[in-house]
């Protein structure tokens, strides 16, 4: 607790504190047991308290401010960024929610109060009101004048945004815009017209491929009028890239988002169990699969070890694929048109790679066996399964995304319960075929 004990030896000279030692300060009390922690918290100036529950985890931090009495939650939620504030009070529940705002000054309340009728996920649930929007009739030298006196309270003043009486955005100005130019121009000939601008309710992933495309470090949020509402900067926007990727990583494998390592056992049981009881279920469709089949692996019982090869092989196939097109859909690289031009080149890959692999694993096969015949089933298998394996590992997220599903939603558990069956019954059913040849 090192940033701690230097506030505690002499804390009326650290009213204040660096943005390092703000997140330092959030990772010494992420370590805390929640009763230290909220000590802590309680005894930091009220400020530095918001500061550092918006640099923390916020499951842990919603939790800190539902323990804490409920006039000292709301004095700590006034000083906090309100899009900050907003996303610990939507992790509470709906009474602890109206008993905060209702014990929080009327100003700071309304504020909140608008934000939290965005959904969380679009650009109105992401962005700060805290922004800078100065009269198209300044000029430069007034402009500057007013971002001094309002710097404090701002999101960022980076950018600065133009508008009219009615507050309908008319161009923005970056600071390098106002210092080298004379102090007597009117903003309005400084400002760049053409804003890149986001809608209240434009999906958050839509956003964060904006930032994406242009390096932004903020973008203003504006409602169907273009009255300028607010701004989402780029921290906002990596929180979302975060939980996109580990959304979709977890869905791959049908895993709930909110799950982690450290969950608790009860409610990794209650997560977990449900998708992995639907991959044993499909797991006894393999084995259905495999069942008519005793006879040949009796007859050649070499078959046996080459199912997983032959399957695994495929699913692997498969599942670069997969993971490739749920990327493509969640930046917006791919989309459905583009179905049959990745199906085609997923083909020829299959068939290349295919090729490749089979003769690999036939080689093998010829080398432990001496059978040419057994190892020509293993060739055909091969090749056939990892063509399979690159169509439907192409198809499973563009139609769960034609259905209105996220692509990502188990993607895997499908995959591989394909290539399994698949792969099998190629293997097993080219061996039945060529049974009376093998045994020769």
Known sequence: MQVWGEFMAHPEQRQEFTEAEIVRLAEELEEQPQAEALKTLKELPLEVAGQVLEHMDEET???LIAHL?????????????????????????????????????????????????YPPDTAGGLMSPDVVALLKDLTVEQAIATLRRTAHEAETIYYAYVVDRDRRLLGVLSMRDLIIRDAHTPIEDVMHRDVVTVIADTDSEEVARLFDRYNFLALPVIDREKRLLGIVTVDDVIDVIREEATEDMHRLVGLPEEESVLSPLGAALRRRIPWLLVNLSTAFLTALVVAPFADTISAVAILAAFMPVIAGHGGNTGTQVTTLVVRGLALGEVSLGDLWRIVRKELAFGLVHGA??????????LLLTQNPWLALVVLVAMVGNVLIAGIMGSLIPLVLRRLGQDPALASAIWLTT???????????GLGTLLLSRMIQ
């Not at 992790?91 to 504020?111: D, N, Q, Y």
């Not at 490749?356 to 093998?364: M, R, S, V």
């Open 61 to 63: 931090s919603s939790k």
């Open 69 to 117: 009495r409920k006039s000292e939650a709301a004095d700590i939620l006034e000083e906090m960024a309100p899009d900050a504030a907003v996303d610990i009070i939507e992790e509470l529940s709906e009474a602890e929610r109206v008993e905060l705002l209702h014990r929080m000054e009327p100003p700071e309340a309304e504020v909140l109060e608008e934000l939290i009728a």
């Open 356 to 365: 490749l692999a089979g003769a690999f694993t036939a080689t093998l096969a």
């Open 418 to 428: 394909f290539t399994d069956i698949c792969g099998f019954l190629l293997l097993l």
